[in-house]
């Protein structure tokens, strides 16, 4: 029998909304870029072929200049910035590393460790509702302790994966 199957209500609305949380590359995002080379380029995650992005090459002006790249190949522009179009996975494994690189500060151990705590006490959550109905008594106080520890772990979550978005976006490689 298919895991989702054998859930209850709670846990198959709770599954709907983890599902929901996807994270979407194609929202404009702008990145502040360090030193780059041709060998340590900005990367850039598309799963097409071939994109325009566009470089503020300098931040108090409004000038951007745009550049066609092709995946796999990287491009500099005239004010000296490189970029390079990587498939998803790509990107993702550099933004493994880089957090490999980090997990170890104090900041962000508190963040694993708020993470791996409410992740722990959802699963026990999720155990002891197993066979709760809507109905059932408790099945409220149950839904409202399961929505806490929900918010709590998307927010660890949230918070881990913003500060590697924030990093310098020369620094996942």
């Not at 060998?39 to 200049?65: D, T, W």
């Amino acid at each position: 029998m298919e895991p989702s199957k054998s859930l209850s209500t709670i846990q198959q609305e709770l599954l709907e909304q983890i599902e929901e949380a996807d994270i979407n590359y194609r929202e404009f995002k702008v990145r502040r870029g360090g030193q780059t080379t041709k060998e340590a380029p900005n990367l850039i995650p598309f799963g097409e072929e071939r994109r325009i992005v566009g470089c503020l090459c300098h931040e108090e002006g409004h000038h951007i200049s745009y550049l066609l790249l092709y995946r796999g190949l990287p491009k500099r522009c005239r004010c000296g910035h490189w970029f390079k179009l990587v498939d998803f996975t790509e990107y993702e494994a550099a933004r493994d590393r880089y957090w490999k690189k980090i997990q170890d500060e104090p900041e962000n151990k508190k963040l694993m460790d708020d993470l791996d705590s409410a992740e722990s006490e959802l699963q026990r959550l999720l155990e002891e509702s197993k066979s709760m109905t809507p109905k059932s008594p408790g099945s409220n106080e149950m839904l409202d302790k399961l929505s806490i520890q929900w918010n709590k772990y998307k927010n660890a979550y949230h918070l881990i994966r913003k500060k590697i978005d924030e990093a310098c976006v020369t620094d996942i490689r």
